[in-house]
């Protein structure tokens, strides 16, 4: 009888200990890139149990990578009210996309100029047309090649406020980078 609570004590010990046998209990681990990091302290607790999260670290080029994707989905550059000069603060937005095209010389980009409803539409149309040109050539300096870039001026023809404020004024002074 003894011998019989032994034997099924046994059937389930053993496969227990099969399953022990075969976790890892090295002190490194292979990241993603195949090399090999010890562990430490910060990333595994006492008993080899991992604490901390499981996101993934990016490289400083990846997030890079990531900020530039997700500056290159802002597309529209304002200009100030009778201006045609490229602000300052769309330098991020210019970089991220001249970036791409110097990265991608097959890509080609259109750039729209716009204006507001005031003024003449021929004055509008001379002023988007210089609006577009200063976003090519501010993009030309960082490199990006003439001949991935073409211009077009809609003056006031396709405002993206009807509200004729002040506010509705300032989104329709633009220009926009169409892939």
């Known amino acids: ?24 209990t090295s002190d490194s681990d292979t ?5 090999t990091s010890g562990s430490s302290s910060s990333e595994y607790g006492n008993g080899g149990i991992e604490t901390g999260g499981a996101g993934a670290v990016l490289s400083p080029a990846e997030q890079q990578r990531l900020k ?7 597309n529209i550059i304002y200009f100030d009210f009778d201006r045609s000069e490229v602000q300052t603060d769309n330098a991020d937005i210019l970089m991220a996309h001249g970036n791409y095209l110097v990265e991608h010389p097959n890509v080609r980009v ?7 409803e005031r003024g003449t539409p021929e004055y ?10 200063a976003i090519a050539k501010y993009l030309q300096g960082m ?6 870039m073409s211009v077009v001026s809609y003056g006031e023809e396709k405002p993206l406020d009807f509200s004729r404020t002040d506010t509705g004024f ?3 002074r633009r220009g926009v980078l169409v892939y």
């Open 68 to 74: 530039e994707q997700e500056l290159r989905r802002q």
């Open 170 to 172: 300032a989104q329709n």
């Open 31 to 35: 990241d993603a890139s195949g090399s």
């Open 143 to 148: 490199g990006v090649q003439p001949s991935q």
């Open 1 to 24: 009888m003894d011998l019989n609570k032994l034997f099924k004590a046994m059937m389930v010990a053993v496969p227990l200990m099969a399953l022990g046998a075969c976790s890892s």
């Open 110 to 116: 259109l750039i729209e100029g716009h204006a507001d």
């Open 124 to 133: 509008n149309i001379a002023l988007g047309e210089r609006r577009a040109k």
